[in-house]
Structures are given as structure tokens and as C-alpha cells.
């Protein structure tokens, strides 16, 4: 079981650098509090990587990803041209927000699951659980990618507090449009 959760750490790791969801988390964290947007992108790698293990285990086989991605490129678009357009709080929303992070948590939750499923962490985890333990596997690359996005977190802080709002919401909004564009693609590929 060591093993397995060290291979599947260190390639998940390595595979998270520089991937969509590592960006995504980027771009949440100049707009959330940490803590929930951690706790979000944990929930939902757990989900999909126990599914992927699950796969793995049982079927050695990957998901068919066409449907998958073009449903989340549309869903990229949508996230994106929200964000461009930019919400405005009312002292009210605000009070509440800082009382709850549920809505946070599901928020950001939804995207990330959305953004794995047939993602190149999703397949890596398959192809993993094919040949390594089950719950390694599933820990390694759950704790992998979430530690990866910790750091993705705490620099989206720091540039968070030097940014500009309106800049933070254009460059979010941009990641949202190349995710759903690399989606496309991926989709047309098959």
C-alpha cells in the first residue's frame, strides 16, 4: 500500500503542475478563502479519483471522455462569461458569505469534479489502479493533487492581495475560455 500511495502521489503531483484544475484553484483563491476552496478541491478529488480507482480495479479501462468534455467546455464557457461579467455584493451578500462556506464549497466543488472527469490526473489515477493498490492509489493521488493545488493556493493569494479586482476577473475569466477551448479539443479529438 506504501508504494502504491508513493508512485501514485508522485505522478499525480507531477501531472497536476501547470494542469487546468491547478490553475483553476489559482484563480478561485484570489476570489475565495483558502480553507474553503481547499476543502472543495479535496472533496471533489477524492470523488473522482475513488471512481477512477474504481474503473481502474475493476475494468482497466478509461471513461469515454468525448461527451464528458464537451459538456464541461460549455460549462467553461458558461464559468466564464459570469465571471467577465463580474458579481456585485450587497452588504447583506456579504454578511452571509463570510458566515457560511457552503456555498463556496459546493461552488468550486462542482467545477473542480467537472474539470477531472476525463482530465489527464483522472486517467493517470486508471491507469494507476491497474497495476498498484486500490486505496494507495486512491490516497496517493487524492493527497498528490490536493497538495499540488495547495500551492497553487497560496500563490494565488499572494498575487490575490497585489491585484486588481477587475484584473483578477479577466484573467479568471480567460482560464475559464482555454479550458473550455483545450475541452473542445479534446472532444473533437475524441
Known amino acids: 500500500m506504501l508504494h ?28 475565495y478563502k483558502p480553507l474553503p476552496v481547499l476543502v472543495a478541491i479535496t472533496i471533489a478529488t477524492a470523488v473522482v479519483h475513488l471512481a477512477s480507482v474504481a474503473i481502474g480495479a475493476v475494468v482497466g479501462a478509461a471513461l469515454p471522455t468525448r461527451p464528458i468534455n464537451v459538456i464541461a ?30 456555498n463556496v464549497i459546493v461552488s468550486v466543488g462542482t467545477v473542480f469534479f467537472l474539470a477531472e472527469l476525463g482530465d489527464k490526473t483522472m486517467l493517470a489515477t486508471v491507469t494507476l489502479a ?6 494507495g492509489t486512491w490516497l496517493g493521488s487524492t493527497a498528490g493533487m490536493v497538495v499540488a493545488d495547495a500551492l497553487a493556493i497560496v500563490v494565488g493569494r499572494a498575487l490575490g492581495a ?29
Open 73 to 102: 467546455a460549455a460549462a467553461f464557457v458558461v464559468f466564464g462569461l459570469w465571471t467577465l461579467r463580474g458579481d456585485e455584493l450587497t452588504a447583506e451578500d456579504e454578511a452571509r458569505a463570510s458566515k457560511t462556506t457552503r
Open 4 to 31: 502504491a500511495f508513493l508512485v501514485s502521489f508522485g505522478v499525480i503531483f507531477v501531472a497536476e503542475l501547470g494542469d487546468k484544475s491547478q490553475l483553476m484553484a489559482l484563480a478561485f483563491a484570489t476570489r
Open 130 to 135: 491497474t497495476r498498484e493498490g486500490v486505496i
Open 162 to 190: 497585489r491585484l486588481p479586482e477587475r484584473a483578477i476577473r479577466i484573467g479568471a475569466s480567460a482560464a475559464f475560455f482555454v479550458f473550455a477551448v483545450l475541452l473542445g479539443v479534446e472532444a473533437i479529438r475524441g
